[in-house]
T-cell receptor, first 116, second 114 residues
Framework: NAGVMQNPRHLVRRRGQEARLRCSPM?????VYWYRQLPEEGLKFMVY????????ESGMPKERFSAEFPKEGPSILRIQQVVRGDSAAYFC??????????????FGPGTRLTVT | AQKITQTQPGMFVQEKEAVTLDCTYD???????LFWYKQPSSGEMIFLIY??????QNATEGRYSLNFQKARKSANLVISASQLGDSAMYFC???????????FGAGTTVTVRA
């Protein structure tokens, strides 16, 4: 049973370019979460999605960031016009349920974004 | 809202010795879960151990045990018989039992010396 998959593992973008980060949840999981880890910090919640719906995007910057989880295919975190401050590790997690004892989140390996 | 505090930025431990990583938390939730994750230098987040707020016994998973003191709002991780492969960053996290957002502490770096 494959775990949560993220690609690319490393992404380098110049300032002003777009970054697209992909996440395929574990089989049977319909809940996806994105977290960001800035250097020397813990992970911070960004957004929670279910298939075709954004449930909570309270942790996502209002400008330039967007997320989707289409009916078919992976979840995408998109960052437009990247700036140096966007350099971070972006982790995706998935769960079978939301909350409760069965809401355990399994993390992917992360995508490390470097903006030059 | 939840807050996790890890006050030890870095620790050194001798191989085969035990090490305790501190974690205190603050929450208004009555039911919640506490988690510890390991992040080695390769960067992935590895789940180690879980403690539910209403679990009567402290959680254990192999060499990992969680010293849960509910009244003190602390959930310290104990790693017994440290190995060189235990060198990593360790994060304490929590969420309300009916919530989905995980809140993480700033982490503690553990370096195991031979």
């Amino acid at each position: 049973n494959a775990g949560v998959m993220q690609n690319p593992r490393h992404l380098v973008r110049r300032r002003g370019q777009e970054a697209r980060l992909r996440c395929s949840p574990m089989k049977g999981h319909s809940h996806v979460y994105w977290y960001r880890q800035l250097p020397e910090e813990g992970l911070k919640f960004m957004v929670y999605l279910q298939k075709e719906n954004i449930i909570d995007e309270s942790g996502m910057p209002k400008e330039r960031f967007s997320a989707e989880f289409p009916k078919e295919g992976p979840s995408i975190l998109r960052i437009q016009q990247v700036v140096r401050g966007d350099s971070a590790a972006y982790f995706c997690a998935s769960s079978r349920d939301s909350g409760g004892k069965t809401g355990e989140q399994y993390f992917g390996p992360g995508t490390r974004l470097t903006v030059t | 809202a939840q807050k996790i505090t890890q006050t030890q930025p870095g620790m050194f431990v001798q191989e085969k010795e035990a090490v305790t990583l501190d974690c205190t938390y603050d929450t208004s939730d009555q039911s919640y879960g506490l988690f510890w994750y390991k992040q080695p230098s390769s960067g992935e987040m590895i789940f180690l151990i879980y403690q539910g707020s209403y679990d009567e016994q402290n959680a254990t998973e192999g060499r990992y045990s969680l010293n849960f003191q509910k009244a003190r709002k602390s959930a310290n991780l104990v790693i017994s018989a440290s190995q060189l492969g235990d060198s990593a960053m360790y994060f304490c996290a929590m969420r309300g039992l009916n919530d989905y957002k995980l809140s993480f502490g700033a982490g503690t770096t553990v370096t195991v010396r031979a």
